[in-house]
C-alpha cells in the first residue's frame, strides 16, 4: 500500500518524530511505501531566531524565517531516520507542480525514484520563494494533492487532536469522536471550524479541505492523533477508533479535473439561472452565455472561475473562456460558450 502521512507543525518535535521515524521503517519494513508531508519550517526558522520578540505575520518576513528553519526540519527527520537506516530526501513542491501537466510529470517522476532507490521523501511547500502557499497557509491541501500525485491508498493527517470532534473541545467538555465520514458536506464543513495552533496555520477546517480532496481523488483518509504510539499501523490496520476516518468515493475525479477543483485560485465568479444550473448537475453541459446572469472578478481566459446558481450557493467551478471585461457582450448570447463541460467539475 502507499500511504502519504502528513505531520502538522505541532506535532514537528524531537520526541514525536523520532517515534513516526520508526513506525515509517516499520511499515517500510513491511513492504509499505511511505511518503511524508511535514510542516514545521517556518516553526523551527522562528525558534533559532526568536529574541523574546512575537512572531511575525508579514508574509515576505515568513518566507525568509522558513529558509532557516527547512534545513532543522529536516535534520529533525534524518536524525530520527538514522536509527534505522534510511535516508530523506526533501522535495519542494507548489501549486504549479499540480496545474502544469509537464511539472507534474517531473515531481511524480522525481518522488517514484527516490522511493525506488530506498529514500523515504519528505515534502513541505516551497515557502522560501512562493507567498500564495504561506498566505494561503498550510501542508493539508499539499498533502492531499501528493497522495493523487503518487497514487496512494491512503492519507493519514497527523495532528495535536484526536480527529474531528461534534463540538470545539476548548468549548465543551461533551465533544466526542466522530470516527466515520461517508460523505463531507456543508454541516460538517461547518463544524470543523476555523485555523488551530499558533504554531501552525492550519486547523480542522483545512484538515477536512483536504480530506475532501483526497476521497474525491479515490484515496481514504484519516485524521489522528500524532502523539498516539502505533498511530500509523493503526491507521493501515482500519482500527476502529483510531481516528476520523473519511471514506473514499466510489466515483474518481480525473487529474485535470482535481487541478480544477482544488490546485487552481479562482480569479472570479459567475450566477447563473435555475435552467443553466439543471443543465450543467444534471445534464452535463456546458456553460452557455444565456444562462449566465451576473459575473464578478478580473478573470481571463482560462482562469478558473467559482458558478453559483440564483440562490448564491456555489455548486461548480471551471475555466472560463471569456473575457470579464466583455461579460456585457457575451451574457445572454446562447451560442457562445463560456465554460465547455471538459474544463467544468462540480463541486457539490
Request: charged fraction near 20%.
Amino acid at each position: 500500500m502507499i500511504t502519504v502521512v502528513k505531520v502538522g507543525s505541532s506535532s514537528v518535535t524531537g520526541e514525536t518524530v523520532k517515534r513516526l521515524c520508526g513506525e515509517l521503517a516499520t511499515l517500510r519494513e513491511a513492504g509499505h511505501t511511505v511518503v511524508v508531508v511535514s510542516s514545521g519550517a517556518i516553526s523551527a526558522g522562528w525558534d533559532a531566531l526568536d529574541r523574546g520578540r512575537q512572531r511575525p505575520s508579514d508574509p515576505a518576513v515568513l518566507q525568509a524565517v522558513s529558509a532557516v528553519g527547512q534545513h532543522r526540519m529536516m535534520r529533525l527527520w534524518q536524525d530520527g531516520f538514522d536509527a534505522h537506516g534510511l535516508l530523506a530526501g526533501q522535495v519542494l513542491l507548489a501549486p504549479l507542480d499540480f496545474v502544469h501537466r509537464t511539472q507534474y510529470l517531473h515531481a511524480r517522476g522525481t518522488l517514484r525514484h527516490l522511493v525506488d532507490l530506498g529514500v523515504v521523501p519528505v515534502v513541505n511547500e516551497n515557502d522560501a520563494v512562493a507567498d500564495e502557499e504561506i498566505r494561503f497557509g498550510d501542508n493539508d491541501r499539499l498533502a492531499a494533492l501528493v497522495a493523487h500525485l503518487v497514487g496512494a491508498q491512503l492519507l493519514i493527517l497527523l495532528t495535536d487532536t484526536p480527529g474531528l470532534l461534534t463540538g470545539d473541545p476548548r468549548r465543551t467538555t461533551e465533544a466526542s469522536l466522530i470516527e466515520e465520514v461517508v460523505e463531507i458536506d456543508q454541516q460538517l464543513e461547518r463544524l470543523a471550524g476555523g485555523p488551530g495552533t499558533t504554531e501552525g496555520s492550519g486547523g480542522m477546517a483545512s484538515k477536512l479541505a483536504a480530506a475532501k480532496i483526497a476521497t474525491w481523488s479515490g484515496v481514504q483518509t484519516v485524521i489522528a492523533d500524532a502523539a498516539r504510539p502505533g498511530v500509523l499501523g493503526a491507521a493501515l490496520a482500519d482500527e476502529p477508533g483510531i481516528g476520523t476516518v473519511f471514506r473514499a468515493r466510489e466515483s474518481r475525479l480525473p487529474a485535470r479535473k482535481l487541478w480544477i477543483a482544488f490546485a487552481l485560485g479562482s480569479s472570479g465568479s459567475l450566477t447563473v439561472d435555475e435552467g443553466a444550473r439543471a443543465a450543467l448537475t444534471g445534464r452535463g453541459r456546458s456553460l452557455l452565455a444565456a444562462g449566465v446572469t451576473g459575473a464578478a472578478g478580473a478573470f481571463r481566459p482560462d482562469d478558473a472561475v467559482e458558478i453559483s446558481g440564483p440562490d448564491g450557493e456555489v455548486f461548480a467551478k471551471g475555466l472560463v473562456r471569456v473575457h470579464a471585461e466583455r461579460a456585457s457582450e457575451w451574457m445572454g448570447r446562447r451560442s457562445q460558450v463560456v465554460v465547455h463541460r471538459d474544463d467544468l467539475v462540480l463541486v457539490t
